[in-house]
Nanobody
Framework: QVQLVESGGGLVQPGGSLRLSCAVSGITFSLYHMGWYRQAPGKQRELVAGVTSGGNRNYAESAKGRFTISRDNAKNTVYLQMNSLKPEDTAVYYC?????????WGQGTQVTVSS
């Protein structure tokens, strides 16, 4: 079956960095567009960054200049490098695989930015 497993979340101080990983199995990873989303308490889930199967990237305004999404098709893994973290980045971060009408989500990883 399809599995997306996020890791790398945790507690970090403002200004710090984290690298999230999402390991994918059960699909032909290279054919899928991949995205990182986040959901803070009481808020809707929002797109943070995406990378297409062809390698094109897009970012939410809040992530531009601080976050970098990348993918390694040989490892079936997508990454989110997060730098200069702010308290408002606190959320559960999810990865998503999309291709046509097929959408798969991971279980999420908590990121908490606090001093």
């Amino acid at each position: 079956q399809v599995q997306l497993v996020e890791s790398g979340g945790g507690l970090v101080q403002p200004g710090g960095s984290l690298r999230l990983s999402c390991a994918v199995s059960g699909i032909t990873f290279s054919l899928y567009h991949m995205g990182w989303y986040r959901q803070a308490p009481g808020k809707q889930r929002e797109l943070v960054a995406g990378v297409t199967s062809g390698g094109n990237r897009n970012y939410a305004e809040s992530a531009k200049g601080r976050f970098t999404i990348s993918r390694d098709n040989a490892k079936n893994t997508v990454y989110l490098q997060m730098n200069s973290l702010k308290p408002e980045d606190t959320a559960v971060y999810y990865c998503k695989a999309s291709r046509y009408s097929n959408n798969y989500w991971g279980q999420g990883t908590q990121v908490t930015v606090s001093s």
